[in-house]
């Protein structure tokens, strides 16, 4: 019966196009209503309040290269890098195998909008024998609350054609686990590193001058250290 109802929400949640989509620009439009229209996975969290300022996440999330090199240092897991491309798209990279490209096609206050690729290669999922490709349309919503900052992320994920093979069926529901699982611990992670960096930013000075990025660098003198 569980499944049952899972199955249902999942139909009826895809069907459910979002407000948003006719704000997007008429490429991304049709890009990101082709994921929900196919949309594998659909997922909702939301991140417990954190003592740090507007301000200071929306300058880390216009700043990626510099937002990831700051992650790191938090030591959480995975550590990723981040790249930034001509066009103003950025890839991240944890360098074992997983990584993605994402693309904001929407921005307004408290709302960002993302079209992500991402591929995790074979061997970087435990139990999964093969590579696994994935498009996902990203609606990211944050505000300062009563209680400090919070956010609600909604994703929908449509899956490569190859890992909707019949000899993939049985790996399905341990893909989308961890990826619920991944998505969830990576939002709350984004909320507490800012709060590290509002809290305290000079801690951060001395490893980013060893890690030795001199974009990251640079966007921290400039942006906490008024350089």
Not at 18 to 40: G, M, N, T
Not at 128 to 156: C, D, I, Q
Not at 197 to 205: G, M, Q, T, V, Y
Request: charged fraction near 25%.
């Amino acid at each position: 019966m569980r499944a049952l109802v899972a199955i249902l929400l999942t139909a009826t949640l895809r069907a459910q196009a979002p407000a948003f989509l006719d704000q997007l620009p008429p490429a991304a439009r049709a890009e990101a209503a082709d994921i929900v229209k196919r949309a594998d996975f659909v997922f909702e969290t939301r991140t417990q309040p954190k003592h740090v300022r507007l301000a200071t996440m929306e300058k880390l999330f216009d700043h990626p290269v510099l937002g990831a090199a700051m992650l790191r240092h938090c030591q959480f897991v995975p550590a990723f890098y981040a790249f930034v491309h001509p066009d103003g798209a950025w890839s991240i990279d944890d360098t074992r195998g997983l990584r993605g490209t994402l693309r904001l096609v929407y921005q307004r206050p408290g709302h960002r909008v993302y079209l992500v690729e991402g591929r995790a290669e074979k061997g970087r999922l435990p139990v999964v024998p093969f590579s696994v490709g994935a498009k996902m349309l990203t609606s990211y919503r944050y505000w300062e609350g009563k209680n400090g900052f919070e956010s609600h992320l909604h994703t929908w994920t449509a899956l490569d054609s190859a890992v909707l093979g019949v000899m993939s069926r049985p790996f399905r529901p341990y893909i989308r686990g961890r990826q619920d699982e991944f998505i969830a611990y990576i939002n709350g992670n984004v909320a507490t590193f800012g709060e590290f960096a509002d809290l305290s930013p000079r801690d951060f000075h001395g490893p980013l001058k060893r890690d030795g990025d001199p974009l990251a660098l640079r966007e921290f003198e400039a942006i906490f250290l008024g350089r």
